[in-house]
């Protein structure tokens, strides 16, 4: 099978390519290895923020803490998301060929929705990339810009204003392929949970790395709304933008899931009406036999208590493809870490600090 071969081939973890022609990012698409792309964009970043900082001071004081967090964000966000987007690329394919046995479908029909999954459409990526390049023009350089007012008397103000809108068109051209990304991921995972699928009620194993996938995107898309969080904190206005946000990742997690959650719960539902048609053969020969021999008593007897010891141990299993109640939990908090973020805050904030302020 094609994503057998992909995902046999080694990788760096900084993103050495996995194959020709699956392409998760247009970066990817560049004749030179994926590693040394990522490291000159976060490097043109880290230059970019650094004519910023000349226009704002053209004095060159000391940064404070609160500038100097402010200039970071762009940087940090660069590196989440290209080494993110490496991690997508890498361990989606590690549980595509562990998902594949649990998935009963052709080699082909597999292989596609995997392609949809992995690999990004270039006509997409363009289209992302004109949407970066209006949103920056229509924040930035139209009037009233900020931007070209700090540049005004400054040397070299049109390579400054160059080099520093080139930086944000690049981080929303970033932003947005990493946000194409989770919602491929999320339609092809989608497409193979609609696939007769190998439920085992009592072991999950073969389907955790369907839970994974999903984790995986969702857990990509928090991360662009928490790093603001953490450097810049909540915001003061417009706080409640968080509470939506994390709920379209909270879904994300798990509505491609929901094929899977169907088949787990119907396999569980027909071993459950198994056992409980045994349970009644149990009981009808009971009522049938006006004294059954003692050996008899014992077969039933052990035969009952394993029944009963089936049927609790399906009826604790997960109905979603996670190893237990407590892995789903914490799957949930980490697509909703932005929102937890911000709640733990406020609570630290209006409950916690005052007490040391007496």
Request: a positive charge; hydrophobic letters at 55%.
């Amino acid at each position: 099978m094609e994503l057998q071969r992909e995902a046999a081939v080694p990788e760096n973890p900084m993103g050495a390519e996995i194959s020709a022609g699956w392409k998760v990012i247009a970066l990817e698409r560049l004749p030179i290895p994926y590693r040394w792309t990522a490291v000159a964009l976060i490097l043109f970043a880290v230059f970019g923020q650094a004519l910023d900082y000349v226009l704002d001071n053209p004095a060159l004081r000391p940064l404070k803490a609160g500038q100097l967090t402010s200039k970071l964000v762009l940087v940090v966000l660069f590196v989440y998301v290209l080494v993110f987007m490496r991690i997508l690329k890498r361990e989606g394919l590690k549980c595509l060929v562990l998902l594949r046995p649990a998935v009963e479908t052709s080699d082909a029909g597999y292989d596609d929705c995997a392609r949809r999954m992995i690999s990004a459409r270039g006509l997409v990526e363009l289209l992302l990339l004109a949407v970066s390049v209006v949103f920056v023009v229509g924040l930035f350089l139209l009037p009233p810009s900020e931007l070209l007012a700090k540049a005004a008397g400054q040397r070299s103000p049109a390579l400054f204003v160059t080099v520093i809108s080139l930086n944000y068109v690049l981080l929303g051209w970033l932003l947005l392929s990493l946000v194409y990304a989770a919602i491929r991921f999320a339609r092809g995972l989608h497409c193979l949970a609609g696939k007769p699928l190998a439920v085992n009620a009592f072991d999950p194993t073969n389907l955790l790395p369907a839970g994974r996938l999903s984790l995986l995107y969702s857990v990509a898309a928090a991360g662009l709304v928490l790093i603001p969080l953490v450097l810049l904190g909540p915001p003061t206005r417009g706080g409640y933008v968080v509470i939506p946000l994390s709920m379209v990742t909270l879904l994300a997690l798990f509505v491609p899931l929901w094929g899977v959650h169907l088949q787990i719960n119907a396999t569980k539902h027909r071993v459950l009406r198994n056992i409980h048609d045994q349970l009644m053969q149990v009981q009808v020969r009971l009522l049938d036999v006006s004294a059954p021999e003692a050996q008899e008593l014992v077969a039933l007897s052990q035969r009952t208590t394993t029944l009963v010891s089936l049927r609790a141990l399906i009826v604790q299993a997960p109905s979603w493809p996670f190893r237990n109640e407590a892995a789903i939990f914490r799957a949930s908090v980490a697509a909703l870490s932005p929102l937890v973020y911000v709640v733990l805050t406020q609570l630290v904030m209006r409950y916690v600090v005052p007490l040391f302020g007496r």
